[in-house]
């Protein structure tokens, strides 16, 4: 019901009533149907824990200044600059908007350095109390943690998070293979990375020797790592 056209004011009040997630959302990108001011709030008073309903009232052309401006108050930042890219708003709005992003891309970096922080503890704790084995590196690997999978390297390799970025950034299975051997790892853990980490394509993985030695020699792992700052040494 919620999708049909020229849907009526009543209805969407019925429909806002029930405070059903789906139907309220399907209510929200229905350009036809028409929302009271009121029913509006209604929605917006509960949308803050309902991310479903995030995208479909920014896209509503149909808000008030005011529900515009309650919104800015929990969307997160794409949202946000999709709001402030919208024509016909005072001056006053796109102060409050062009505020209300700054603040949200602070805040998502600082939750976000948070977390690195917090998880370059957490590794460098299995370090040095002999837990970042083989095992510890696979557990994460399966789990699909890339995160944690390069903070394993980095710490295990001694080199910046920023540069085993670089290398999982570059997609090359070389590259993957050469720093697994660098931490002291397998190529089984190599092989596991390339596949269920970065999910490269059949055709552009390296696969180990005999199924378990390393496909490279040392020094041609060695010139693999070169290329990222690594010495040859």
Sequence with gaps: MAR???????????????????SVAALLVNPDARIREGTMEKIIDHAESISQWHGPLVMRTDLSLRALRRITGFV????????????GLDDETQAHLKRCM??????????????????????????????????????????????????CLAVLVQVPRSVIEKIFTSRSSKAITALTWKAGLSMRIAFKIQTLVLKLHADELLPGRAGVGFPLSEEEMRWHLSYFGFSEK
Excluded at 6 to 22: N, T
């Design 76 to 87: 997160g930042a794409s949202l946000l600059e999709t709001l402030s890219e919208r024509h």
């Design 4 to 22: 049909r056209r020229g849907l009526s004011e009543i209805v969407s009040d019925a429909i806002v009533a029930s405070l059903d997630i789906p």
């Design 102 to 151: 700054r603040h949200r891309l602070e805040r998502d970096e600082e939750s976000s350095q948070r977390d690195e922080d917090k998880l370059h503890a957490e590794v460098l704790n299995a370090f040095e109390t002999g837990l970042l084995d083989e095992h510890y590196v696979e557990d994460a690997i399966e789990i699909g943690d890339r995160g944690r999978v390069m903070e």
